[in-house]
């Protein structure tokens, strides 16, 4: 009698348990179990094509063992996609069925509970494909008996697998076959198991890396202008995100905070590589991104550390994107977000005065209420006058004559958040050509709802407080980029803010 449930191979536990309870029959002492072995990745890409082609033939188009690979406007997603957005990510947690193809893993647990000799026969599929006759007589010798009739054969003819899935996962793969390889050498079966298990065929060379692994994307700011939305699309589509350490916050995944903390820019260049070594080992080395908003500030920290010995030929290389919004907008934005974590705070039972914290510059000191948008322009101002960093970033032509003195202008292209708000999809063209690549999936539109809480419109009052400080600057940026052009995709000419007080403010 025979049980052929596939996915049996993760549950060693459970059918030790089951047969454990027949001890007269002696039906756990009898039990023989074959494993056929795949290429995890084809493995994989054939799942994937019989998970479509049932959701094709299904009249539910969400519901089913193939809803993994449907997207959130129920269309079916390629390969591709399904493998950035539920594959990667579900290997690498080897969570459930997911993590079947670590194959060491599971056979460890079973020849822990079952006799390895005796009961295990561990079968290659590529010798199912190439020579079916082999793989009978295994099979046969192993039951101690002669089947009838039949012809045993590998119907699944497997399509090329896109060379930009190889890259993505099966470096995910590479160490764990490896180990599947030893334990078989190790801890061999029965005498008709073939020996020395074949290795899988490996499609990708892995990377010698020279020198450390570093960025080579900059989405350098501004803040409050979109950065996070354009970071989270970009990491959807494979780019390589930084790694946070215990104790770090979650943002650290999306931004390290290198350059603009001080803190952290003084531990060097190995500090900062130590958070993209991982992309290297997960085959997700060909674009890498920190997306810190406020390094538009630190030009030459960028350059020093990119112009070390250790970052190779990287400064050449480096590509930046700097996203530019209205400066009063921008604020308004940031001062929305500080007053939301202050009252966040205060809710938490986080009371008492909020220095150190980054959203102190909202609040009244004396009383700890919380300041009219018109008073923290009032207050901002005085920190603008005397150049103080964090209130510097609205003088973008003076960060893009830093920037464009250290890197060639062809490296640095600048997005309008105004654009970015209407035709994301003309941005998304703008990013991908400046990579010289194709993301899948889109750039949606920013979330502007606003919130009941937000201040929506900008005061007349807060214009005039700031205004003149800006007005000026933003001629000679508009000025600067007319003369200074950058690679071929920019937005030529680049447009001239919106008006303010009509927007709704994110």
């Known amino acids: 009698m025979l049980d052929a449930t596939p996915d049996t191979l993760i549950f060693p536990q459970r059918v030790f348990d089951i047969y454990s309870q027949d001890s007269a029959g002696g039906a756990l002492a009898r039990l023989k179990l074959i494993f056929v072995l795949r290429e995890p990745v084809e493995r994989e890409f054939s799942r994937y094509h019989t998970k479509a082609a049932d959701y094709r033939r299904s009249t539910d188009k969400r519901n089913g063992w193939f809803s993994d690979v449907v997207d959130e406007d129920g269309s079916l997603m390629t390969f591709d996609q399904y493998t950035l957005r539920v594959l990667r990510v579900n290997i690498k947690k080897k969570l459930g069925l997911y993590g079947s193809g670590f194959y060491a893993m599971h056979l460890k647990a079973w020849a822990g509970l079952f006799n390895r000799k005796r009961q295990i026969l561990v079968l290659n599929y590529d010798e199912i494909r190439n020579d079916p006759s082999k793989v009978r007589w295994r099979i046969e010798t192993f039951l101690g008996k002669k089947l009838d009739g039949g012809t045993l054969s590998a119907s699944d003819a497997i399509e090329s697998i896109p060379q930009r899935v190889l890259r993505i996962i099966e470096p995910l793969f590479r160490k764990p076959n490896e180990e599947l390889y030893d334990f078989l050498r190790d801890v061999q079966g029965p005498l008709m198991e073939q020996r020395p298990f074949p290795k899988f065929l490996q499609r990708t060379i892995p990377k010698n890396h020279t020198g450390l692994l570093l960025p080579n994307v900059l989405l350098i700011g501004a803040q409050k202008a979109g950065t996070t939305a354009v970071a989270q699309w970009m990491f959807s589509n494979g780019v390589c995100n930084p790694k946070s350490f215990d104790g770090e916050p979650s943002f650290y995944e999306k931004e390290v905070q290198f350059f603009d903390n001080e803190q ?169 050509h400046h990579l010289g690549t194709k993301f899948y999936g889109t750039l949606a539109k920013l979330n502007e709802s606003g919130g009941h809480a937000k201040v929506k419109e900008i005061p007349e009052s807060a214009i005039q407080v700031l205004d003149p400080l800006i007005r000026h600057l933003n001629e000679e940026l508009y000025e600067f980029l007319r003369n200074n052009p950058g690679p071929t995709m920019e937005q030529r000419p680049f447009p001239r803010f919106d008006g303010r007080s009509s927007e709704i403010i994110k």
């Open 264 to 432: 952290r820019y003084k531990q060097g260049i190995d500090f900062y590589a130590k958070r993209f070594d991982h992309c290297g080992d997960e085959g997700l080395d060909e674009f890498i991104l920190d997306a810190t908003p406020n390094t538009i500030e630190f030009p030459q920290r960028v350059h020093n550390i990119y112009s070390q010995p250790a970052a190779a030929d990287l400064k050449k290389k480096l590509k930046l994107i700097l996203i530019l919004r209205e400066p009063i907008e921008r604020e308004l934005s940031a001062y929305n977000h500080k007053v939301f974590d202050y009252k966040e705070a205060q809710a938490n039972g986080k009371i008492g005065w909020v220095n150190g914290t980054w959203y102190r510059d909202v609040v009244h000191k004396h009383d700890g209420s919380v300041k009219t948008f018109t008073e923290y322009c009032e207050f901002i101002k005085g920190y603008m006058l005397k150049g103080a960093k964090s209130y510097t970033v609205y003088r973008y032509v003076e960060h893009l004559k830093a920037w464009s003195s250290l890197f060639d202008r062809s490296q640095l292209l600048v997005l309008s958040y105004d654009e970015l708000r209407k035709d994301p999809a003309k941005v998304q063209w703008r990013i991908e």
